[in-house]
Nanobody
Framework: QVQLVESGGGLVQSGGSLRLSCAPS????????MAWFRQNSGKEREFVAA????????YYADSVKGRFAVSRTNPENTIDLQMNSLKPEDTAVYYC????????????????????WGQGTQVTVSS
């Protein structure tokens, strides 16, 4: 079982930047997919970005392409989400998640395919 802990959320003005970090623990294999999802009250959890644990493949939702970047840091082995040019519609609780399946990746990734989740971190973008 993979445990995940997020950090880095907060309040930022429109056009600003934030960096989220996800610290996984447990046994993680190279084909695992580490992803970021977000959710607003009353809405379904939405795919944002993902990266293979090996770090050689990244995936993005159309709504964040060109603004967000997902990466795996070394040697800390965290999964970071750099968010630039933030918009009020990016406001949500952001969750880190891990998918253990070796099935091919098709975007947008479905949150139901992920078994391990962090506690979430709030991101608020003011207009």
């Amino acid at each position: 079982q993979v445990q995940l802990v997020e950090s880095g959320g907060g309040l930022v003005q429109s056009g600003g930047s934030l960096r989220l970090s996800c610290a996984p623990s447990g046994s993680i294999l190279s084909w695992y997919i580490m992803a970021w999802f977000r959710q607003n009250s009353g809405k379904e959890r939405e795919f944002v970005a993902a990266i293979s644990w090996s770090g050689d493949r990244t995936y993005y939702a159309d709504s964040v392409k060109g603004r967000f970047a997902v990466s795996r840091t070394n040697p800390e082995n965290t999964i970071d989400l750099q968010m630039n040019s933030l918009k009020p519609e990016d406001t949500a609780v952001y969750y880190c998640a891990c998918r253990t399946s070796s099935a091919s990746v098709r975007t947008p990734l479905r949150w139901t395919d992920f078994r391990s989740w962090g506690q979430g971190t709030q991101v608020t973008v003011s207009s």
